[in-house]
């Protein structure tokens, strides 16, 4: 029985090709999973075509990612973050933060998960890290840890304090207030 593969089967054929199988593995397997339909003239001709729309969407995507890719090397992305004891990060920079910030400097959006980063960044330094875009598309980019400014804690430790004691004052002025009342 002739019969056109739907998908591509490890040792039998790939998608499209026309494939002489026995009656049983076509009535009992391919037809009823639907990896493949009885190759009659219409539906061989049904195939070719939705066939070649995929090899042209494929190429457009494929000239999509080639120009982001083009766009993404050699890219450096910085991060300013909080150091805790050691000469380590206070927390650490993962694959989701390299994404959204490589997202917001290409204007386009990558998924976290065609960033390829071992282990999460948790000291200060330059790291070379891969975009995984395709198979054999694997632009390189420049991750950039500095230390923030202690200054700027600083300057947030002393309108904490301040806050603090804004709060202590309402708080005397309200027992004051309520002292008088009682009199």
Same mark, same amino acid.
């Given at each position: 029985? =002739?019969?056109?593969?739907?998908?591509?089967? %490890?040792?039998?054929? =790939?998608?499209?090709?026309?494939? *002489?199988?026995?009656?049983?593995?076509?009535?009992?397997?391919? /037809?009823?999973?639907? #990896?493949?339909? !009885?190759?009659? %003239?219409?539906?061989?001709?049904?195939?070719?075509?939705?066939?070649?729309?995929?090899? #042209?969407? *494929?190429?457009?995507?494929?000239?999509? /990612? !080639?120009?982001?890719?083009?766009?993404?090397?050699?890219? *450096?992305?910085?991060?300013?973050?909080?150091?805790?004891?050691? +000469?380590?990060?206070?927390?650490?920079?993962?694959? $989701?933060?390299?994404? &959204? &910030?490589?997202?917001?400097?290409?204007?386009? !959006?990558?998924?976290?998960?065609?960033?390829?980063? +071992?282990?999460? /960044?948790?000291?200060?330094?330059?790291?070379?890290? $891969?975009?995984? #875009?395709?198979?054999?598309?694997?632009?390189?980019?420049?991750? !950039?840890?500095? &230390?923030? @400014?202690? @200054?700027?804690?600083?300057?947030? +430790?002393?309108?904490?304090?301040? @806050?603090?004691?804004?709060?202590?004052? =309402?708080?005397?002025?309200?027992?004051? &207030?309520?002292?008088? +009342?009682?009199?």
């Amino acid at each position: 029985m =002739k019969v056109v593969l739907l998908e591509d089967l %490890p040792g039998k054929g =790939k998608a499209g090709e026309i494939k *002489e199988v026995s009656k049983g593995y076509a009535r009992h397997f391919l /037809l009823p999973r639907g #990896l493949a339909l !009885v190759a009659t %003239p219409t539906v061989i001709k049904q195939v070719e075509s939705s066939l070649e729309k995929e090899k #042209l969407e *494929e190429s457009i995507d494929r000239d999509k /990612l !080639v120009e982001l890719a083009q766009q993404i090397e050699g890219k *450096e992305i910085r991060f300013k973050a909080r150091m805790g004891a050691g +000469e380590r990060l206070f927390g650490s920079i993962t694959a $989701a933060d390299v994404a &959204e &910030e490589l997202s917001r400097a290409i204007g386009s !959006v990558i998924d976290k998960k065609k960033i390829d980063i +071992e282990k999460s /960044l948790r000291k200060t330094g330059s790291y070379e890290v $891969a975009v995984k #875009l395709a198979s054999d598309l694997n632009p390189q980019i420049t991750v !950039v840890i500095e &230390e923030e @400014e202690k @200054e700027k804690g600083k300057e947030t +430790e002393k309108k904490a304090e301040k @806050e603090t004691g804004k709060k202590k004052e =309402k708080k005397k002025e309200k027992g004051k &207030e309520k002292e008088e +009342e009682k009199d």
